[in-house]
């Protein structure tokens, strides 16, 4: 799907990064805590409906002006198949769902009418239609709970994670990244929002609408984050990916705080997970290893690799959590990474080294 010389992804891919946290975040939640058909379809109704907004947009601007460019059929493709497939998410849901579901998304859409206006007018980078968006967004949780039959208090709890999470990180984002360009600005603002999402966390704990964990994780953000706004500030790409991982945490934490609550939710399987993925790393470490001591350098598949060795640590740390034990396995694949992460940066034959080193580690483990 190309049309003239026009890149299909400058159509089909958004140009900001910050949005695909506060879109995957909602839909990964509602998928560890309800998992099935039903929440499947609002993971592709969100996916697909956020990646339309881009070619949409393209192609809005187009016909405003009168006159058709070579993007301009290039868009109207694009968005016609992700509106498709977010249509087709739509119905898997409203077929598959046991009980309503759609009262959340009819609930914010005076935040969607207010989020496309400002992205019309052309400022959706400010702060208050960000805000409006990653809300928007945040209701697909509570809809996926919904859908899945487990009740109400469970489904505000899931969208008030992400709301005390999504406005304390956009708070705090927006102003690292204008303190970055050099702009004389007040932080205070950014400091109150970190802080107001660790309260609001707790007293919702307190009234039962939250676990506990999510108000631990808020608190982790809330002192990573003062703690860097007393520093100079940082690249907006470190930024992103900073919060990017702070989100994923608030998902995690709130999802496991859930689980130990008693609810059935889909990190039950993780400690089975854990254990077949390790295994198949294991060998992948190896086979890694002598690679990278073979080719005296590191592709970029070589650290890209890293992220599955990420992913299984975080697997073993959260079977400890779910067991209630410090089991030595999760601390050996987490001193694996680690050491690995740290050998990477090093001049051969480390790198190749950290490898089979992680290989061992997890053979061990």
């Given at each position: 799907m190309r049309t003239a010389s026009v890149p299909l992804k400058s159509v089909a891919l958004p140009p900001e990064h910050g949005g695909w946290g506060f879109t995957l975040e909602p839909l990964l939640l509602g998928l560890l805590l309800s998992p099935g058909l039903h929440t499947l379809g609002l993971f592709l109704l969100g996916l697909f409906g956020f990646l339309a907004r881009h070619p949409l947009k393209l192609l809005y601007q187009d016909l405003r002006?009168?006159?058709?460019?070579?993007?301009?059929?290039?868009?109207?493709?694009?968005a016609g198949v992700y509106l498709a497939l977010a249509l087709a998410g739509f119905l898997l849901s409203l077929f598959t769902a046991k009980e309503p579901f759609l009262l959340p998304l009819l609930l914010v859409l005076p935040l969607g009418a207010y989020m496309l206006w400002a992205d019309l007018q052309g400022r959706a980078r400010e702060l208050f239609p960000e805000i409006a968006a990653a809300l928007f967004m945040a209701s697909l949780a509570p809809a996926g709970v919904l859908a899945g039959g487990l009740g109400g208090e469970v489904a505000l709890g899931s969208f008030l994670a992400l709301a005390f999470r999504d406005v304390a990180a956009l708070y705090y984002a927006r102003t690292q990244v204008l303190r970055a360009r050099g702009m004389?600005?007040?932080?205070?603002?950014?400091?109150?929002?970190?802080?107001?999402?660790?309260?609001?966390?707790?007293?919702?704990?307190?009234?039962?609408?939250?676990?506990?964990?999510?108000?631990?994780?808020?608190?982790?953000?809330?002192?990573?984050?003062?703690?860097?706004?007393?520093?100079?500030?940082?690249?907006?790409?470190?930024?992103?990916?900073?919060?990017?991982g702070f989100g994923l945490l608030v998902v995690l934490t709130t999802a496991l705080g859930y689980t130990l609550n008693g609810l059935s939710t889909a990190l039950l399987g993780v400690p089975t997970m854990h254990r077949y993925?390790?295994?198949?790393?294991?060998?992948?470490?190896?086979?890694?290893?002598?690679?990278?001591?073979?080719?005296?350098?590191?592709?970029?598949?070589?650290?890209?690799?890293?992220?599955?060795?990420?992913?299984?640590?975080l697997l073993g740390l959260l079977s400890s959590a779910l067991s209630g034990q410090l089991l030595p396995h999760p601390l050996l694949a987490l001193l694996g990474v680690t050491l690995l992460h740290v050998l990477l940066r090093q001049p051969y034959p480390w790198p190749g080294v950290g490898f089979l080193l992680l290989g061992f580690l997890l053979l061990w483990h």
């Open positions: 002006r009168g006159k058709r460019y070579a993007r301009t059929t290039l868009a109207l493709r694009v004389d600005l007040k932080v205070y603002p950014a400091y109150v929002a970190l802080w107001l999402s660790v309260l609001l966390a707790w007293l919702a704990g307190r009234e039962g609408l939250l676990p506990w964990a999510t108000a631990l994780s808020l608190l982790l953000l809330a002192i990573y984050g003062s703690l860097a706004l007393s520093k100079p500030p940082v690249p907006a790409k470190v930024i992103g990916w900073t919060q990017m993925v390790g295994w198949a790393l294991v060998a992948l470490a190896f086979l890694v290893g002598f690679y990278l001591l073979a080719l005296r350098k590191v592709p970029r598949l070589g650290i890209l690799l890293v992220g599955l060795y990420d992913f299984n640590a």
